[in-house]
């Protein structure tokens, strides 16, 4: 509209402005309804705080006065749902087929159909009472016979009167447990023969249980004597099974546990709601501290870049780098890169002083975890705030450098770089040997001390690779000699048959030696001397040459265990 | 929706067929039409007694409180647990209530009244005339009674209703479960403060649990006997109190300064008992309940100490009094007295003696707090949280400014645990008359109408069906 108003200003038109506001007007205030133009136009613009007009009644509306009237008249029931066909009155519209006959009847004739009309006053109409439907019973089991209770109902615990009884009250509630507890009332030997009044029976009282019980046994019992288990349809069978295995004992035990939970003090209840409270932080706060370090993962996971460095050595090529980083995450749309102390890891850094403010609720593992990888940043920016134990120093992972390279680095990224060897075999190798003691080649949670003691496990198992490289090269060396021995010895039969005793000495010789290379070779000297035991202390030899790598092997593989549990556990902590 | 049409029967299951609704209490009777929402008569259950022209008058309705009658003396039929102790008179009041307002003189016999022209042989026989004789002749009537009720009163009641009254049909509910009705609830627990009797009803499916139900005296009347020793021990001087009759002029006077009245007197042979006194006294007293009287409204008891250290009795002292003049034209502010009359409803330490008080001192048992607590130590534990999560109050003294408030933190304390939700309704009417307005309810819904006792089955199985029906 405005842009209107500019046209006609510049066109120089009439303002044709006036009867538009006054529109606007009307729409906005809108007349009450009940109260004529002319008042309203007298209020002026301001209306007033009170409604005038009141809610009236509309009455019937206009076309409805000219239909005949309808009458109501007082009409006699009967209700089906009744045996003794009481009969009532309510109103009802009359309806046309119960109209009194036409006015031209004679009065005889009108004295009869009063007559006729008061005989059949009880079912004036055919039509069902409107609520006799209303009128429902609980499904209840069919009720047993002499013999069948006989033959199957009995119970030393419940008289035949007594399940009568309980069976009578249970249709009269329709099954209301509550009611039927409630009033249950049997009077126990209330014709039987005198003599029961000298003991004196103490009065039973039956618990909901012991009859819900009688009554579900009884019940299943007769659903089964209908029809037998087999050909019984699945709703049926489910109930059967479910009554069957109503168990009063669990019942009452369920009772009182539920009495005990309502009887609670105030104190109890108080307790309750702040521990339910407190977990409901922790939870949360598991939550949060879950996708914090699912955040930091995803921070670690970024690949090791391989390109050359050298273009961002110069000033210029790091504000290049800045700005294409900018551009970058303007584009992405992300958080800004540049946080605003200008550090890099804003959320990283903001986690530990996060967790460190949350208080003493946390454990301090975590705290420690968390702080291990800001460790250095920590003790940085708070240089003398207070000197902490040594205790204390391990526990937030402070730690003192004699000397430190410049620049930021990784310590899983050290830790990375013991796992490449400088041959491309030795690397797999290596890799085989981590991924044989189930250790993963990318560290799950490189804290300083799982880094030292996978550090130590890089040194074991290169020395252990290094071992098996001589070993390997003395084994095959021992096979070339053994060969060409052998061909020697084929050669020279005839002259060295004389000499055939000394042969399995020689060869233990040249084999202990060869498996003792990495042991002392202590066993094996023992050996040597005796030769009627040769094949004895050969066994032996090579057993311990057996046992020993595998011990070793064994060993590494508990440390590597261990290791790795130390690394499991620090892990888990770190998930609590 | 249109007026003139009638409401679909699925709307509100409604049926109505001209029931009575009959609500006897101790100290009012109210009666009415079942389907209307407050009870057309209320007439107080005391009569009038006195000799005129050497035969016995009764004054029954709002006329016993009228006219000092010389000799006339005030009875009550219902004793004081709420179970009527005079059958002749009871009745006598009970129909009075629905003949004076509700069923009204019938048309006479045109044969009889005198301005007809009858032949002889057209008279009518006497059985018909006798069947007319009958006030409740075409209404079913629908009656209330506490849960204590013995069977032999129970019987009683249809006795007088079938016969004496002439009923169609009949039915007999308890008040309690009434009450929950009109709150709209089929199962709650119901704490009935009446005039005579505190009751606690629990209630499951429209039926109650007689081992629950729960009474104890501490009503109305013991409120005002609580009032009656406050006055006694009032400085600087004990009130008395003079009912209206007795005073022919007054002139106002400053607050606690003796009063001015000039006295009506009369002499021995033309004075009222003194039953007539205690009556209008007791209706000075209503009015005192009414203005002044308060329950502490908690969290803890009147003896007890507030969340801010200072004793509730302090605070309570703090708090502006209220001013009350009594009809003489003596006047008083009454401050921390106020919340004490009815504090012993809670806390029975806080009783005020009185040795010469008709009501006996309460006992720790009988406060409200405990009577709930019994109660529902009487049921199974699975409804008890359902129960405190419909507690229903009614009665005309839970009118007590406060009363609900401090009955929700008491029943809060009593149990920490579960959800206690009170309802009380707001409507002065709706709390005064809670049992005859579920009583309207009841008689006036369709699916009600098989439940009757027909006369048939009355005159078949006696008078026993009714602990047969009304369960």
């Known amino acids: ?576 | 929706m249109n007026p003139s049409n009638p409401p679909q029967t699925a709307e509100y299951g409604g049926d109505e067929v001209s029931a009575i609704v009959l609500d006897p209490g101790y100290s009012t009777t109210r009666a009415g039409f079942a389907g209307e929402d407050a009870p057309k008569t209320l007439i107080p259950t005391y009569y009038g007694k006195y000799s005129a022209d050497g035969q016995d008058k009764l004054i029954f309705g709002d006329d016993i409180f009228v006219t000092p009658r010389p000799g006339l003396s005030i009875h009550n039929p219902i004793g004081k647990d709420g179970i009527v102790e005079d059958w002749d008179m009871a009745e006598k009041v009970w129909e009075y209530s629905f003949t004076s307002r509700l069923t009204g003189a019938k048309p006479g016999n045109p044969f009889h009244n005198g301005l007809n022209d009858i032949s002889a042989d057209e008279l009518p026989t006497d059985m018909e005339l006798e069947s007319e004789d009958k006030p409740l002749a075409d209404s079913p009537l629908l009656m209330t009674e506490p849960a204590w009720n013995p069977a032999k009163a129970r019987e009683k009641t249809i006795e007088i209703a079938m016969e004496n009254w002439g009923t169609p049909a009949f039915y007999l509910a308890r008040s309690g479960v009434l009450a929950a009705f009109a709150s709209g609830k089929a199962s709650g627990l119901v704490v009935d403060i009446g005039a005579s009797n505190i009751s606690i009803t629990p209630v499951h499916d429209g039926m109650i649990l007689k081992r629950g139900v729960q009474h104890s005296p501490l009503g109305g009347d013991y409120i005002s006997a609580q009032i009656r020793a406050l006055f006694k021990k009032n400085s600087p001087q004990p009130i008395t109190i003079t009912p209206h009759y007795l005073i022919s002029s007054k002139t106002a006077v400053e607050a606690g300064q003796p009063p001015q009245a000039k006295y009506r007197t009369f002499a021995a042979d033309k004075a009222p008992d003194a039953s007539y006194r205690a009556l209008l006294e007791e209706r000075t007293l209503s009015e005192f309940k009414e203005c002044v009287v308060q329950v502490w409204p908690g969290p803890n008891k009147l003896a007890a100490t507030g969340p801010t250290g200072a004793s509730n009795e302090e605070m309570a002292r703090s708090s502006p009094g209220r001013p009350f003049e009594f009809p003489d034209g003596y006047n008083q502010v009454f401050g921390a007295d106020r919340f004490r009359v009815v504090e012993s409803l809670f806390d029975v330490k806080a009783a005020i003696p009185d040795a010469d008080s008709p009501v006996p001192a309460p006992t720790q048992a009988q406060t409200i707090p405990e009577l709930i607590k019994a109660s529902l130590g009487g049921v199974d534990v699975d409804i008890r949280p359902h129960l405190l999560a419909n507690v229903v109050v009614t009665g005309g003294s839970s009118l007590l400014y406060g009363f609900t408030d401090r009955l929700n933190h008491e029943l809060m304390q009593l149990f920490p645990g579960p959800r206690v939700r009170i309802s009380a309704p707001g409507n002065t009417a709706e709390r005064r008359f809670g049992s005859w307005i579920g009583g309207s309810i009841l008689a006036s819904l369709g699916t009600f109408h098989q439940m009757w006792i027909s006369k048939k089955e009355y005159d078949e199985h006696g008078a026993n069906i009714v602990e047969k029906r009304c369960k």
Request: aromatic residues 6%; glycine residues 4%.
């Open chain 1, 1 to 576: 509209m405005a842009a209107a108003a500019d046209v006609r200003d510049m066109l120089d038109l009439p303002a044709e402005g006036q009867p538009r506001p006054t529109k606007k007007q009307k729409v906005v205030e809108k007349r009450p309804e009940g109260i004529t133009r002319e008042l309203y136009a007298l209020l002026g613009e301001r209306a007033p705080p009170i409604a005038i007009n009141e809610n009236k009644y509309k009455g019937r509306p206009k076309f409805m006065n000219k239909l005949r009237v309808r009458k109501w008249c007082m009409t006699p029931f009967a209700n089906s749902a009744r045996s003794d066909g009481l009969v009532l009155n309510h109103w009802q519209r009359e309806h046309e087929s119960i109209r009194p006959p036409a006015p031209e009847a004679t009065q005889m004739e009108l004295d009869e159909t009063k007559e006729a009309g008061k005989e059949e006053a009880p079912k004036p109409q055919e039509q069902e009472y409107t609520f006799a439907k209303y009128n429902v019973k609980a499904r209840l089991p069919q009720r047993y016979t002499d013999e069948e209770y006989n033959r199957h109902l009995k119970s030393d615990d419940w008289s035949r009167e007594e399940t009568d009884y309980l069976m009578d009250l249970a249709a009269e509630y329709d099954l209301r447990w509550v009611i039927i507890a409630d009033r249950y009332d049997y009077q126990r030997h209330l014709d039987s023969e005198p003599d029961a009044d000298a003991i004196v029976p103490a009065k039973q009282y039956r618990t909901m249980e012991q009859m819900k019980s009688r009554y579900y046994y009884i019940a299943a019992t007769m659903l089964a004597i209908e029809h037998p288990p087999s050909e019984m349809s699945e709703a049926e069978f489910a109930l059967h099974e479910q009554m069957l295995k109503f168990d009063p004992d669990r019942e009452r035990d369920r009772k009182e546990l539920a009495a005990l939970q309502l009887n609670r003090t105030a104190d109890e209840v108080r307790e309750e709601a702040m521990l339910l409270e407190e977990l409901k932080r922790i939870t949360s706060n598991e939550q949060n501290f879950i996708t914090e370090r699912r955040e930091l993962y995803s921070r670690l996971e970024v690949p090791i870049s391989v390109g050359n460095t050298a273009m961002y050595q110069s000033s210029q090529g790091l504000s290049q780098l800045l700005q294409t980083l900018l551009q970058a995450d303007k584009s992405k749309k992300r958080r800004s890169i540049l946080g605003p102390e200008g550090a890099v890891p804003s959320p990283v850094s903001q986690t530990p002083t996060q967790t460190g403010a949350l208080g003493r609720a946390e454990t301090p593992t975590t705290n420690s975890a968390a702080n291990n990888k800001k460790g250095s940043i920590a003790s940085q920016t708070q240089p003398a705030v207070r000197t902490l134990t040594p205790a204390e120093e391990a526990r937030y992972g402070v730690q003192h450098h004699e000397r430190l390279s410049g620049g930021v680095q990784f310590r899983s990224d050290r830790a990375q770089k013991l796992t490449q060897a400088k041959s491309n075999v030795q690397t797999q190798k290596l890799a085989g040997a981590l991924a044989e003691l189930e250790i993963p080649v990318r560290l799950f949670m490189p804290t300083e001390r799982v880094c030292r003691d996978f550090e130590k496990l890089i040194q074991s198992v290169n020395l252990l690779l290094d071992a098996r490289k001589v070993s390997e090269k003395v084994e095959s060396e021992i096979r070339v000699l053994e060969a060409s021995k052998a061909e020697r010895e084929r050669r020279n039969v005839p002259e060295n048959s004389s000499k055939d005793p000394e042969h399995p000495e020689v060869k233990t010789e040249t084999e202990d030696g060869g498996n003792s290379m990495l042991e002392s070779g202590a066993p094996t000297e023992g050996g040597e001397g005796e030769t009627g035991q040769a094949g004895d202390s050969e066994a032996a030899a090579d057993g311990a040459a057996e046992e020993t790598p595998t011990k070793e092997d064994g060993g590494h593989k508990r440390s590597a265990s261990v290791l790795s549990s130390v690394s499991d556990k620090s892990s888990k902590r770190q998930r609590r």
